[in-house]
């Protein structure tokens, strides 16, 4: 007997005790009726093995208990009926005893049978619900998507117990046209099995006991798998969304800590904000007086697109507009739908704007301005987006008032260093239209006395003669300083002469190559002129130099000066020279100046001043 049908006794259910004696009886006429039918041909003998079928089936259904019985009556009856002489019993004989311990033996043989039958049919139904278990497993663990792997597990499930059709519906579905509906209740899944109506009872019940629960575990188990794989994906955008913005914010951070243009960072600032949150068109707006606003920086994904208005362009706050609602509050605010009739909304309707979000931008604590984004989606933008806002919006207020503070500064020193020369221009004017020219009068008049004085009076003659070369001497120094204030000759002249006069009275002796002809501003060529200056000075003083080369040229809108001597070196601004005061002259007008000085090799200043 092959499992299979092994297994398919073994599954029914042991028929009622009644039906038991019954088929007993049925058993024993039959056999009894062959029997005596083929005893004039056969011997009596034989017969026996007759009764063995109603033993083995009787045996099989009902238990040892009932093959026990079976073996007695069959015993009784073969004596009876069979065993001459007929229709007498004597069981006492040695032959009905053996008949009667070789069906008693035998009802145990098929008891052990039916025992080994039912053990062999569990373990295949239970290597063929492993395996059918594995296999929905594979179907329902590993599908990236659940509902996808719903119809191709159903069909395996069918493929696998030869069932015409199998469906798994999520949700309670009733049963239609004949259908079978198996509840599928997990703890965290509601689906319907569906299989066709008129199945046999054993495959139903198989269907209840073994497949469905099985599917509830594993559909559970897939549910769980998929809201994880789902959790992973979004804490993997989450940490991409987090890295771009971090990175978008560093950054911005590299052009505050550059100290940029105010234009580059604007446009920056835009840029990263309208790609990190997916914005049609963003806007760096600065607020101005009389309720009026500029667009000083803009971004759009789209090149062409004309959503932004070009940069400069002034607007007056306009109520039902973002611009103005944070101009209003100074709190970040949105505007989900433009439905004002305004000028301004009417023509972001136009563009195809429908939702604006602004964070406003905190200088020095004072509403500077404001960033704006918007969207032309009919979904308004995500509830965060002010929140996400808010760093780029403090890294702009941090490059706006860097980029205040160094332009106050610039100009502070700027103005300082004019206020300077102006000065050192009146004090030059002075001396050489006041003091100067009344000492040259004295001159003249002590001269004069000199002169009058008769030759008899010597003594007092010398004596004038000398206080009148001691004027003389003091008109000299005084022409001196006042050439050192301010030398007449670099405003009439220009650099190049001045720097040749410069050259002229070094003590050191200087190389000179100035390789332009034109005129510089008056800033540039004052700045040079007393950069040289101060280099030839601490030549002379500090580097022990035997020669000096200086080279002033133009290239690219810009000014280069370079002054190389072979003195001692070791020059350090840190240390209070006259070199940080050129290099404060030159950062007032934009420039940069460079010092290197090794000790032993000798001095070497660079200086670079834009002409603009």
């Excluded at 093959?67 to 007695?72: K, N, P, R």
């Excluded at 890295?243 to 800590?257: D, H, I, K």
């Excluded at 929140?387 to 706006?400: D, G, K, N, S, W």
Aim: aromatic content about 4%; proline content about 6%.
């Amino acid at each position: 007997m092959r499992p299979s049908l092994l297994a398919t006794l073994e599954r029914r259910p042991r028929p009622r005790l009644w039906l038991g004696f019954l088929v007993m009886a049925l058993c024993l006429a039959v056999e009894t009726l062959v029997g005596v039918a083929l005893a004039k041909v056969v011997p009596v003998e034989s017969l026996g093995v007759l009764y063995l079928v109603g033993l083995l089936v009787v045996t099989s259904l009902w238990g040892l208990a009932m093959g026990l019985v079976m073996a007695v009556a069959s015993t009784v009856v073969f004596d009876y009926f069979l065993i001459p002489p007929a229709w007498t019993l004597w069981l006492t004989k040695g032959q009905d005893l053996a008949i009667l311990g070789i069906f008693m033996a035998l009802a145990l043989l098929a008891c052990a049978l039916a025992r080994a039958a039912r053990l062999l049919s569990g373990e295949v139904e239970a290597r063929q619900e492993a395996d059918l278990s594995a296999e929905l497993a594979r179907l329902l663990l590993r599908a990236p998507d659940l509902s996808a792997a719903l119809p191709v597990t159903a069909r395996r499930l069918a493929s696998d117990l030869n069932l015409p059709s199998a469906s798994i519906e999520p949700g309670d579905v009733p049963a239609e046209h004949g259908e079978l509906a198996l509840p599928l209740r997990g703890d965290s899944v509601h689906a319907t099995l569906l299989v066709p109506g008129g199945l046999r009872r054993p495959v139903v019940r198989r269907l209840r006991e073994r497949v469905v629960p099985s599917l509830e575990i594993l559909l559970d188990a897939a549910c769980e798998r998929e809201q994880v794989a789902g959790a992973l994906r979004h804490s993997r955008d989450e940490l991409a969304r987090v890295a771009e913005e971090q990175a978008a914010l560093r950054r911005l951070a590299t052009l505050v800590a550059h100290a940029a243009p105010e234009q580059e960072v604007f446009d920056a600032v835009a840029r990263e904000m309208g790609q990190i949150l997916g914005a049609r068109h963003t806007l760096v707006v600065r607020y101005e007086p009389a309720h009026a606003a500029v667009t000083v920086g803009a971004w759009t994904p789209v090149e062409g697109d004309e959503v932004n208005p070009p940069l400069g362009t002034r607007w007056t706050l306009e109520p039902g507009t973002v611009t103005e609602l944070v101009a209003r509050t100074g709190a970040p605010g949105r505007i989900n739908e433009y439905i004002g009739q305004g000028p301004l909304s009417t023509q972001l309707r136009a563009r195809g704007v429908v939702s604006s979000v602004g964070c406003p931008i905190i200088v020095g604590r004072s509403l500077w301005g404001v960033v704006v984004v918007a969207t032309s989606s009919p979904e308004p933008l995500p509830e965060d987006t002010e929140v996400r806002m808010t760093e780029f919006t403090e890294l702009a207020a941090a490059a706006i008032a860097n980029a205040q503070s160094n332009a106050d500064l610039k100009a502070s020193r700027a103005r300082v260093v004019a206020a300077a020369d102006e000065a050192r221009r009146r004090i030059e004017r002075d001396l050489h239209d006041g003091t100067q020219q009344r000492l040259v009068s004295l001159g003249l008049e002590m001269r004069g006395i000199e002169a009058a004085i008769p030759q008899e009076f010597n003594d007092a003659r010398l004596q004038v003669a000398h206080t009148a070369k001691a004027l003389e001497e003091a008109i000299a120094e005084l022409q001196e300083l006042s050439r050192g204030l301010h030398p007449a000759i670099l405003a009439k002249g220009g650099l190049e002469p001045a720097l040749r006069v410069l050259a002229r009275r070094s003590s050191v002796p200087v190389e000179l190559d100035v390789s332009f002809d034109e005129r510089l501003p008056e800033q540039c060529e004052i700045t040079v002129y007393y950069v040289v200056s101060e280099a030839l000075t601490n030549a002379a003083k500090h580097a022990f130099a035997s020669v000096v080369r200086v080279a002033v040229g133009v290239r690219d809108g810009t000014v280069r000066l370079s002054i190389r001597d072979d003195g001692v070196g070791g020059a350090d601004p840190a240390r209070g020279s006259g070199l940080i005061g050129l290099t404060d002259r030159v950062e007032a007008i934009g420039g940069t100046i460079s010092v290197v000085s090794p000790q032993g090799g000798g001095t070497t200043l660079l200086v670079e001043i834009p002409l603009e």
